[in-house]
């Protein structure tokens, strides 16, 4: 079964400051990897995803993520915090394959930009 | 671009009663999914289907729940006698055959009173 861990449930950085949220998986194969962003009353809209090919994944509004399989790791960073960046963060995980498997979320990290 | 969407945005029923919330996923999409978020907890998973029929269902898509794909756009998900518990934010998602990640529409809360 999957499962993920995201440390961390509220994370606070100053504008322009490096966003770091983390995020651990547990999956029995190989995983395919997602991170999405909620706004405020609103969806959930993908960041970016992990499906195998390169392990750095660059993403929308200059967010990205690394999957270390060592660490079963993929951390969420952004070099230079913006105010339009709070948001809940969510990682996801499936193990793919041929059937209609479901997303496992994480909990959320919720995120404040300190102007 | 092309994006899910769903009806009602916010939906306020009384305990018992019947509620159909619908979804139209992205049009060349083939599977479908239901997710539920409670105030301030994580995403959870309802529901999965492909084909016309359930492909997988979390413990709490109990025979209370049931979705339906009435024609060849909407997506519909039925909860027959709601309960107070039931109050969540409703996320229909689609995605394609050939890739994994899934695409959310913008929710529906169900506030049951």
């Known amino acids: 079964a999957q499962s993920v861990t995201q440390l961390g449930s509220h994370v606070s950085v100053s504008e322009g400051a490096l966003v770091l949220l983390r995020c651990n998986y547990s999956s029995s194969v190989p995983p395919y990897l997602f991170w999405y962003v909620q706004y405020p009353n609103q969806g959930l809209q993908l960041l970016l995803k992990y499906t195998s090919a390169a392990t750095l994944v660059k993403g929308i509004n200059d967010f990205e993520a690394e999957f270390k399989k060592s660490e079963t790791s993929f951390h969420l960073t952004k070099p230079s915090a913006h105010m339009s960046d709070a948001a809940e963060y969510f990682c996801?995980?499936?193990?793919?394959?041929?059937?209609?498997?479901?997303?496992?979320f994480g909990k959320g990290t919720r995120l404040s930009v300190i102007a | 671009e092309p994006e899910v969407t769903q009806t009602p945005s916010h939906q306020v029923t009384q305990m018992g009663q019947e509620v159909i919330l619908r979804c139209v996923p992205i049009?060349?999409?083939?599977?479908f999914y239901w997710y539920r978020q409670i105030l301030g907890q994580k995403v959870e998973f309802l529901v999965s289907?492909?084909?016309?029929?359930?492909?997988?269902k979390s413990e709490i898509f109990d025979d209370q729940f049931s979705v339906e794909r009435p024609d060849g756009s909407n997506f519909t998900l039925k909860i027959r006698s709601t309960k107070l518990e039931d109050s969540a934010m409703y996320f229909c998602?689609?995605?394609?055959?050939?890739?994994?990640?899934?695409?959310f529409g913008p929710g529906t809360r169900l506030t049951v009173t």
């Open positions: 049009s060349n999409h083939l599977y």
């Open positions: 998602a689609s995605r394609q055959g050939a890739t994994y990640e899934q695409y």
């Open positions: 289907f492909y084909n016309n029929e359930i492909s997988e």
């Open positions: 996801a995980v499936t193990p793919g394959g041929s059937g209609n498997t479901p997303l496992v």
